[in-house]
């Protein structure tokens, strides 16, 4: 089974911190996400990486920044934390090709169990 | 216009009944399709692919119409266990080999014993 892991369930941190949001993930996979939801917005993308040391802005980078230096983790770096950044937090993995379903399925991507992040 | 639009929730429906979700994609060059289900407060996880023949998973049907731009979910014989937000799911063909989607909002099922 693939995992992907996120350091932290909840989170609560005061306006102004820096903060650090780790995902590992144990397949190998090549891309990685990092998504916000909030009710009746959906799930965003924040950023997205192809591979190590690459990173791409996503819908709504502004006010985040990412750090992939292995291939297995990526970070989500809020440099200076706002209220409005209080949400949920998804980091999400996927690798590209054929999967053993039919050999059609593929870009699926797995999720972490999410990190809820409260800016006081 | 949204990129992927999905029919306005929530349904609530009693047990045993048949239920269809539908959902709209706007870019005619996405190749990959997905449900994905969300239980409250937890991760999105895979339900199914859709493939454009068609395909069923148990009480679950996926169709695709590729000219329409439409995807639908067919659940039969509802099980209080389905109550979870269902999201529609598309690749984004900009970037094919990134593994990038674009996810619909979701549409919530509450199923009533």
């Known amino acids: 089974d693939v995992k992907v892991t996120q350091s932290s369930r909840y989170l609560v941190k005061r306006t102004g911190e820096k903060v650090f949001l780790e995902c590992v993930q144990d397949m190998d996979h090549e891309n990685m996400f990092w998504y916000r939801q909030d009710p009746g917005l959906g799930l965003r993308l924040i950023y997205f990486?192809?591979?190590?040391?690459?990173?791409e802005k996503g819908d709504i980078p502004e006010g985040y920044s990412v750090s992939r230096e292995k291939k297995e983790r990526f970070s989500l770096i809020l440099e200076s934390a706002s209220t409005n950044q209080t949400s949920m937090y998804l980091c999400a993995s996927t690798s590209v090709g054929w999967s053993g379903q039919g050999a059609r399925a593929k870009n699926i991507q797995y999720f972490g169990a999410g990190t809820r992040l409260s800016v006081l | 216009r949204k990129e992927v639009e999905q029919d306005p929730g929530p349904f609530n429906v009693p047990e045993g009944a048949t239920v269809a979700f539908n959902c709209t994609y706007s870019?005619?060059?996405?190749?990959?399709f997905f449900w994905y289900r969300q239980d409250c407060r937890k991760e999105p996880k895979l339900l199914m692919s859709v493939y454009s023949s068609g395909n069923e998973d148990g009480r679950f049907t996926a169709q695709l119409n590729r000219a329409s731009q439409y995807i639908s979910l067919l659940i039969r014989d509802s099980k209080l266990s389905d109550s979870a937000t269902y999201l529609c799911?598309?690749?984004?063909?900009?970037?094919?080999?990134?593994?990038?989607?674009?996810f619909g909002q979701g549409t919530e099922l509450s199923v009533k014993p």
């Open positions: 870019n005619s060059a996405s190749q990959s």
């Open positions: 990486s192809y591979d190590v040391k690459m990173k």
């Open positions: 799911v598309v690749n984004d063909p900009i970037y094919n080999q990134g593994g990038k989607l674009i």
